[in-house]
């Protein structure tokens, strides 16, 4: 069965410092993998990776997706308080879309 | 431009009660897909449309739920006979075509059965 794990399931932090968000998976003709940001209710897109070890970069955040060991990681440096979210992985398959359970991140001030 | 609107926002049912919640897309998006969200769960992907065809209805978790699109614009995902276990958080999302995968979320329907 397809199945998308994302690691750890919360995570406190303070202001400043940098966190690594995993994404493992077990899913079969996908192509591409997807992470969001998730405050209140509606998600909101961060990145698409479709290709393995190409970095993807938007200000403080950056993202990268190994196919051959089947995980991607989103790192967030220089942390703020408006990064506290829960942040989804989700798989892209031809006609499905499988998201794993998130990440909750709290930023402390 | 406007964003995805869904309606209503939130919505108590009682047990065995029909309901329909709407979703409006992103005009000139012609993928549009649905979610639903239990408490501190993940996104559970419920059906996509290209268009107005649903290409694989597998993961409607029962044959109560149903969904339609209409003219390539607005979708409706029909709940039948409500049980308690269908609470949760639906959500819509649409993208230009299924074979562009940024999607763009709407602030979701909450739906609570008594």
């Known amino acids: 069965e397809d199945k998308v794990v994302q690691s750890p399931l919360s995570l406190v932090v303070h202001e400043g410092d940098t966190v690594t968000l995993n994404c493992s998976y077990e899913?079969?003709?996908?192509?591409?993998l997807l992470w969001y940001k998730q405050e209140k209710k509606a998600p909101t897109f961060l990145f698409m990776l479709?290709?393995?070890?190409i970095e993807k970069k938007s200000g403080r955040l950056s993202s990268i997706l190994d196919k051959k060991e089947l995980f991607s990681i989103l790192n967030i440096t220089a942390t703020q308080t408006g990064d506290s979210a829960v942040y989804l992985c989700a798989l892209a398959g031809t006609y499905k879309y499988i998201f794993g359970t998130g990440t909750r991140l709290k930023v402390l001030a | 431009g406007a964003g995805v609107s869904q309606s209503p926002s939130n919505k108590v049912t009682e047990k065995g009660k029909d309901v329909e919640l709407r979703c409006d897309p992103i005009s000139g998006h012609t993928a549009l897909y649905w979610y639903r969200q239990s408490l501190g769960q993940g996104l559970e992907f419920l059906i996509y449309f290209q268009g107005n065809s649903a290409p694989d209805k597998s993961g409607l978790p029962s044959d109560r739920f149903s969904a339609e699109r209409t003219g390539g614009s607005v979708s409706t995902l029909t709940i039948q006979r409500t049980q308690q276990e269908d609470s949760a958080v639906y959500l819509c999302?649409?993208?230009?075509?299924?074979?562009?995968?940024?999607?763009?979320f709407g602030p979701g329907t909450r739906l609570t059965v008594t």
């Open positions: 479709t290709s393995s070890g």
């Open positions: 899913v079969t003709n996908f192509r591409s």
């Open positions: 999302a649409s993208s230009v075509d299924a074979r562009v995968y940024e999607q763009y």
